[in-house]
T-cell receptor
Framework: AQSVTQLGSHVSVSEGALVLLRCNYSSSVPPYLFWYVQYPNQGLQLLLKYTTGATLVKGINGFEAEFKKSETSFHLTKPSAHMSDAAEYFC?????????????FGKGTHLIIQP | GAGVSQSPRYKVAKRGQDVALRCDPISGHVSLFWYQQALGQGPEFLTYFQNEAQLDKSGLPSDRFFAERPEGSVSTLKIQRTQQEDSAVYLCASNLGTGELFFGEGSRLTVL
């Protein structure tokens, strides 16, 4: 069974500061890992994903994440926060049901950007 | 259409009413998933289709929940005799059978 733990239900940073959202996972198979962003009253938008290969993956809007197998982590970072980054962020792991990428999500982290 | 389309976007039901939520996936997408997202929580898996076959319904919370995808395209999630605890956003997602899942904007159900 897969599971995802996101540390911190709320994270507040100043505009221009480093963003760090933490995600740890457990998986019985080599994981596919994802970060999604959700703006109010909208669906989920993929930020980035790790499947195989390079462990540092870059996504949209300047975000990146590093897969660390030894730490079972996939933390999301952005060097300089922008006001438009304020949203809910979800980490997810794929259990690849029937070969398809069904996802198990964490509870989410609400990112607050202080002006 | 270009993306996953869900309707209605908002639904208010009185306790005990039946509701039906529709998902129109991206054309050609083989896999279709339904998730339930309670307020302040992450999405939780409900059920999964590959074409018209429902391969996993382990996440459906009770026998009041039923999903179908009879022609392997549009899917309907039906909730009978709605209860207040059913209030949530219901998300539909699809993909080609592998790779990125594309999500709709969700149907927000409020049960009074």
């Amino acid at each position: 069974a897969q599971s995802v733990t996101q540390l911190g239900s709320h994270v507040s940073v100043s505009e221009g500061a480093l963003v760090l959202l933490r995600c740890n996972y457990s998986s019985s198979v080599p994981p596919y890992l994802f970060w999604y962003v959700q703006y109010p009253n909208q669906g989920l938008q993929l930020l980035l994903k790790y499947t195989t290969g390079a462990t540092l993956v870059k996504g949209i809007n300047g975000f990146e994440a590093e897969f660390k197998k030894s730490e079972t982590s996939f933390h999301l970072t952005k060097p300089s926060a922008h006001m438009s980054d304020a949203a809910e962020y979800f980490c997810a792991v794929s259990d690849r049901k029937g070969g398809a990428d069904g996802l198990t999500f964490g509870k989410g982290t609400h990112l607050i950007i202080q002006p | 259409g270009a993306g996953v389309s869900q309707s209605p976007r908002y639904k208010v039901a009185k306790r005990g009413q039946d509701v039906a939520l529709r998902c129109d996936p991206i054309s050609g997408h083989v896999s279709l998933f339904w998730y339930q997202q309670a307020l302040g929580q992450g999405p939780e898996f409900l059920t999964y289709f590959q074409n018209e076959a429902q391969l996993d319904k382990s996440g459906l919370p009770s026998d009041r929940f039923f999903a179908e995808r009879p022609e392997g395209s549009v899917s309907t999630l039906k909730i009978q005799r709605t209860q207040q605890e059913d209030s949530a956003v219901y998300l539909c997602a699809s993909n080609l059978g592998t790779g990125e899942l594309f999500f709709g904007e969700g149907s927000r159900l409020t049960v009074l």
